[in-house]
């Protein structure tokens, strides 16, 4: 009769089991800390989705924990008890494990069951991400080089840097960028999407908290992209509706012509130092940092006019100032070249006296 050989038995060496025990129980303690983690207190809450992305970060952490403890510990134990002794001799093979169903079994289950686990939950949370309430209040949100412009429907002017939201409503948020690609995070909401020139990006979400919470700038978007935040503030709707009437009359009282006369340029010199510099050099046009140099701004035979077109005097200067640019070079003729965008007095948070300061600061530099 012919003769069957035996099973193979799969020799894992002196300990495995003890091992496994052991890394069991290391990845359980893990996994407790991972679940009772206060993510919420550490790192902000501003309102739903954050608490079912906490609950995917935490699931997923729990996964990525298992197999970091269980691979590293069986590495490190494999490693030494299966090392290469000086008694061995110098052909010799490691152990060979094959033929193993039931170990191949379970490798190949167990992942796919978490996968499948993973793409179920993940699915869901987008599909809520998507279907949120929101239209309640529709508002946008464009990035600039290195600031966010806020636009709200009962408002002509932009609101620059604070983004004010009622409590408790559900708001659409319409996402965009002028220039480069920019990035609109809310960490204490954990949602992001991209600004990008020419697209426009839809985010839905409800505040449910009164406070001040983040906006951050998650994509290099050149020289100031560490400084580009933003704040949201969560408050009342009489708050909310109070600060909707104050923009209104500010942006009401800031067409007013400004005093050229009363401009300083040595106070013009320190505002240029304090807001100006992130963009602009003191060299000549061509010497750019993001927007061109304006130190021969008066006096350039290659540029004898504004980039808007205008002549380069104080009143010129402080039209572009006060109302911001975009375009062409204009000094080049209607073809010129984009030179991007020049944000307005309200984006640069800039006075009238400050207009006529620095409008006499960059006419002096001409005189030198």
């Known amino acids: 009769m012919a003769q069957h050989a035996a099973p193979q038995k799969v020799d894992l060496g002196p300990g495995f089991w003890p091992v496994t ?23 902000g809450f501003m309102g739903e989705p954050a608490a079912d992305i906490d609950l995917l970060f935490r699931f997923m952490s729990i996964v990525g924990n298992a197999i970091f403890v269980y691979v590293c510990g069986y590495l490190v134990y494999f490693s030494i008890v299966w090392r290469r002794r000086k008694s061995d001799p110098p052909g ?8 193993a169903p039931k170990l191949e079994l379970w490798w190949t289950v167990i992942p796919a069951i978490i996968v499948l686990i993973l793409a179920v939950f993940s699915v869901r949370i987008w599909a809520n991400l998507q279907n949120a309430a929101g239209d309640v209040l529709t508002t946008e949100a464009i990035g600039h080089q290195f600031n ?36 609109f995070w809310l960490p204490e909401m954990r949602i992001k999407a991209d600004m990008v020139p020419g697209l426009v990006q839809t985010l839905r979400f409800t505040p449910e908290h009164i406070g001040r919470f983040h906006i951050v700038c998650t994509e290099f978007c050149g020289t100031q992209h560490a400084n580009m935040r933003a704040t949201v503030v969560v408050e009342s709707k009489a708050d909310f509706d ?7 009359s500010a942006a009401a ?30 060299g000549g046009f061509a010497q750019k940092i993001v927007g061109p140099g304006l130190g021969q701004l008066a006096k350039d035979p290659d540029h004898p006019k504004l980039v808007t077109g205008e002549a380069p005097d104080a009143k010129g200067i402080a039209h572009i100032l ?26 640069n948070a800039l006075s009238a ?16």
């Open 353 to 368: 006296k400050d207009i006529a300061d620095l409008s006499a600061y960059l006419v002096s530099l001409s005189k030198k």
């Open 253 to 282: 009282a800031q067409g007013a012509p400004v005093a050229l006369a009363a401009g300083d340029a040595a106070t013009g010199q320190k505002t240029f130092a304090q807001k100006c510099t992130a963009c602009h050099g003191i």
């Open 21 to 43: 025990i052991a890394l069991t129980i290391a990845n359980a303690i893990i996994s407790y800390g991972i679940v009772v983690f206060p993510f919420e207190s550490l790192f």
């Open 148 to 183: 966010y412009e806020f636009r709200y429907p009962k408002l002509k002017a932009s609101v620059y840097d604070e983004f004010h939201l009622p409590v408790g409503v559900p708001v659409t948020v319409n996402v965009t960028a002028v220039d480069v690609l920019h990035s």
């Open 92 to 99: 010799a093979i490691g152990i060979q494990v094959h033929d």
């Open 242 to 248: 109070a600060f909707l009437a104050k923009q209104a």
């Open 322 to 347: 006060q109302a911001g640019y975009q375009g062409p070079d204009q000094s080049q003729g209607k073809n010129g070249p984009s030179l991007g965008v020049m944000p307005n007095q309200q984006a």
